[in-house]
């Protein structure tokens, strides 16, 4: 089974900043990535998908880049209403399985 | 609009079975896989498998497999979880989410989620 491995596990950042998370596959999965963010209380929902592909509705501000085994988010201008809990996905077959989450929390 | 909406919170005892429910509405059912996703509290999302709605055939992870069930009524558009001799550790949000897939594949609508609470 593949494992996602996200880093780092929180951070807190100021309004205005770039902000990266990066997660790392245990194996190969081309681009078959995806990204979610989930509020509190709240169901995940979706940012990205296919490593870079911006969903519609979703913020400019939000990139996602990689191939391969290694992957990063960017915000590139930290906004208040960003604050949740991000998780990285593999749908490189089944199982699918997430990252552990990057708590992101605002100065 | 798309939406799935899951059924209400549960509390259980121990030994007892549940019964989630995940009703869609404003896509057509058969187009696009139901998938089930485990968040424990405090914790992170958790993909516990995915049943087919065209063939009705289930696949579970492997910490999902035994007491709990994936099951469809396409009749009225409806996935369901039933899970069996439930324990404190079962205690969790269960999220449904539809997957598209047509080269690629992600969860583009979420139900709302159905707490249980395991607990005597």
């Known amino acids: 089974d593949i494992q996602m491995t996200q880093s780092p596990s929180s951070l807190s950042a100021s309004i205005g900043d770039r902000v990266t998370i990066t997660c790392r596959s245990s194996q190969t999965i081309s681009n078959y990535l995806n990204w979610y963010q989930q509020k509190p209380g709240k169901a995940p929902n979706l940012l990205i998908s296919?490593?870079?592909g911006l969903q519609t509705g979703v913020p400019s501000r939000f990139t996602g880049s990689g191939f391969g085994t290694h992957f990063t988010l960017t915000i590139t201008s930290l906004q208040r209403e960003d604050l949740g809990v991000y998780y990285c996905q593999h749908t490189y077959g089944i199982p699918y399985s997430f990252g552990q989450g990057t708590k992101l929390e605002i100065k | 609009q798309v939406q799935l909406v899951q059924s209400g919170s549960e509390l259980k005892n121990p030994g007892a079975s549940v019964k989630i429910s995940c009703k869609a509405s404003g896509y057509r059912f058969g187009n696009y896989g139901m998938h089930w996703v485990r968040q424990a509290p405090g914790q992170g999302l958790e993909w516990m498998g995915w049943?087919?709605?065209?063939?009705?055939?289930?696949t579970s992870a492997q910490g999902f497999k035994g007491r709990f069930v994936l099951s469809l009524d396409k009749s009225v558009d409806t996935a369901y979880l039933d899970i069996h001799s439930l324990r404190p550790d079962d205690t969790a949000v269960y999220y449904c989410?539809?997957?598209?897939?047509?080269?690629?594949?992600?969860?583009?609508?979420w139900g709302q989620g159905t707490a249980v609470t395991v607990s005597s």
């Open positions: 296919a490593a870079s």
């Open positions: 989410a539809r997957e598209y897939g047509s080269g690629t594949y992600y969860f583009d609508y």
């Open positions: 049943i087919s709605t065209i063939s009705g055939n289930p």
